[in-house]
């Protein structure tokens, strides 16, 4: 009896410490695309040179006859509540991060994660990496 139990919590803790994004596929036409060059969309210049050393590293053009827009946003979430009790979400995590992949406006594919401490690099690019393969983008 204790072995299934015991079984049970450790595969629960396995499956309970990988990296966990939300992501949301608008538009199923984008899957399978070659990505040579994005517009970038963000009002954070701090994102934005983040942004762009990521694209960078990986050859992706930023141009602005590009067919794909890149949106990128982060958050810091406020830390200035007393009661634990209707801020707790707030203490977990210090920020999230999203990437969504446009044509023309219109959404094709979302993805962010919440994020402790600060927004680092490393995090931008597990983002990207999600895209490509969830979109099996060349």
């Known amino acids: 009896m204790r072995t299934p139990l015991l079984l049970i919590l450790v595969l629960l803790l396995i499956s309970g410490c990988g990296k966990k994004y939300t992501s949301h596929l608008y538009d199923d036409t984008v899957r399978g695309s070659r990505v040579d060059a994005v517009r970038l969309s963000t009002a954070d210049a701090n994102l934005s040179r983040l942004v762009k050393a990521m694209l960078q590293k990986r050859d992706i053009a930023i141009s602005d006859r590009a067919l794909l827009t890149l949106q990128a946003e982060a958050t810091t979430y406020s830390h200035h509540c007393n009661n634990p009790l209707t801020c707790s979400y707030d203490a977990t995590?210090?920020?999230?991060?999203?990437?969504?992949?446009?044509?023309?406006?219109?959404?094709?594919?979302?993805?962010?994660?919440?994020?402790?401490?600060?927004?680092?690099?490393?995090?931008?690019?597990?983002?990207?990496?999600?895209?490509?393969?969830?979109?099996?983008?060349?």
């Open 93 to 138: 995590y210090d920020g999230f991060v999203k990437l969504t992949l446009m044509r023309q406006m219109h959404p094709l594919y979302m993805v962010q994660s919440d994020y402790h401490g600060r927004l680092t690099p490393k995090l931008l690019e597990s983002l990207w990496e999600q895209m490509t393969e969830e979109l099996e983008l060349r």
